[in-house]
């Protein structure tokens, strides 16, 4: 994840971001940054950090190595609004922390109410603490989407089987470096194991002059074993120092060459599958309020999109009515009603024709 964030990621936000800080402001402040990357733990890394610290991009993803729990009177009740807008409550508490490159970072802690502590830190030295845990924990409405979309939306299903080759300059493993990665694990491992029983052979008590032979033997060939595996192991690790670890598609054997699936076709069609996600949040929006269980209402329109309902056209009004059946759980009316009365007031019309549609539930 490091490499993709600093070598494409990067490049293009700097390209398209618009300048929040001129050159002037960021002399005159060493701690000010031009922006702030929001990762998860896979981007944790000191040097990581600090290469993005003197690039002044400051870093703000979740502590991988917390350590041990802050005292809970620490933590204090912050009102604060999501992302979504949603107003809550956070019991947070911050200190400073320092990595093992020795550079300072902020460490902010959110205690949930079982008494678990999120750790997340961060080289944003100028912004206040409750921005920048909204920040953090926004992550999880994107996690939230991909983990539905997937779900219900199928995001990561095939819609074709096309291919396409690969760009000749795209950069891969090399084979024989894996080859050779792949060789040193599995020597280690059994090295690993041959000392572990090395270490066993030992004479805890007395032992008659007959068993010793054996016993020395034994020994001796568990340490040739143990010799031969370090010598192949130095030996895999020289051809693997000499072997480039990555090539470009081009200069790959002719059968280790590949294609990849098309993408034109599944960037197209995911983007239809996001707005149509995007529609269903604005009407999930619209019908929270009138649940008492809000967290029913993507189910809820799921259920209606599964019903049954009659399409009455009328050409001479230029309308098309859309009658929705009662669901098995009559309660939902109200939510319903309401959504309907939401979608009329959009007058919308329906694709291709000058029909305007009214959305009416059951008989009504």
């Not at 819609?159 to 694990?185: A, F, G, T, W």
């Not at 009138?290 to 309902?309: F, G, M, N």
Request: glycine fraction near 2%.
């Amino acid at each position: 994840m490091i490499k993709v964030i600093e070598n494409d990621i990067l490049p293009q936000l700097e390209k398209r971001l618009p300048t929040f800080v001129n050159a002037e402001e960021l002399k005159s402040d060493p701690l000010l940054h031009r922006f702030t990357l929001v990762c998860d733990r896979e981007s944790y890394s000191p040097p990581f950090f600090k290469r993005m610290k003197a690039q002044r991009v400051a870093c703000l993803t979740y502590h991988k190595y917390p350590g041990e729990n802050w005292p809970e009177e620490e933590f204090l009740p912050y009102a604060v609004t999501l992302s979504s807008g949603e107003q809550t409550q956070l019991n947070l508490a911050e200190r400073g922390h320092c990595l093992s490159n020795g550079l300072w970072v902020r460490e902010i802690r959110k205690l949930s109410q079982k008494g678990h502590q999120t750790s997340i830190i961060g080289t944003d030295y100028r912004s206040e603490m409750i921005p920048l845990a909204v920040a953090m924990f926004a992550r999880w409405s994107q996690e939230n989407f991909f983990k539905y979309c997937r779900e219900h939306f199928g995001l990561d299903k095939l819609v074709d089987y096309c291919i396409e080759p690969v760009s000749e300059s795209v950069k891969v493993v090399n084979p024989e470096y894996r080859r050779l990665d792949s060789q040193i694990r599995s020597s280690q491992g059994k090295l690993n194991r041959l000392l572990a029983r090395f270490a066993t052979l030992t004479l805890d008590a007395p032992i008659e002059p007959d068993k010793v032979e054996p016993f020395l033997q034994k020994k001796t060939i568990c340490q040739e074993e143990i010799e031969a595996f370090q010598v192949q192991i130095k030996t895999l690790k020289e051809k693997r120092k000499q072997t480039p670890h990555y090539l470009k598609v081009k200069d790959l054997p002719e059968e280790e060459q590949f294609q990849q699936l098309s993408t034109k076709s599944k960037h197209f069609i995911d983007t239809i599958k996001m707005i149509a996600y995007r529609a269903e949040t604005a009407m999930a929006n619209l019908l929270r309020e009138t649940l008492s269980r809000p967290d029913e209402v993507r189910s809820l329109l799921r259920a209606i999109y599964s019903s049954e309902a009659d399409l009455i056209p009328d050409h001479e009004q230029g309308t098309l009515t859309v009658k929705l059946h009662h669901l098995a759980n009559r309660s939902y009316d109200v939510a319903i009603q309401k959504l309907c009365d939401e979608l009329n007031s959009t007058e919308t019309k329906f694709p291709r024709t000058n029909l305007r549609m009214i959305f009416k539930l059951g008989s009504k």
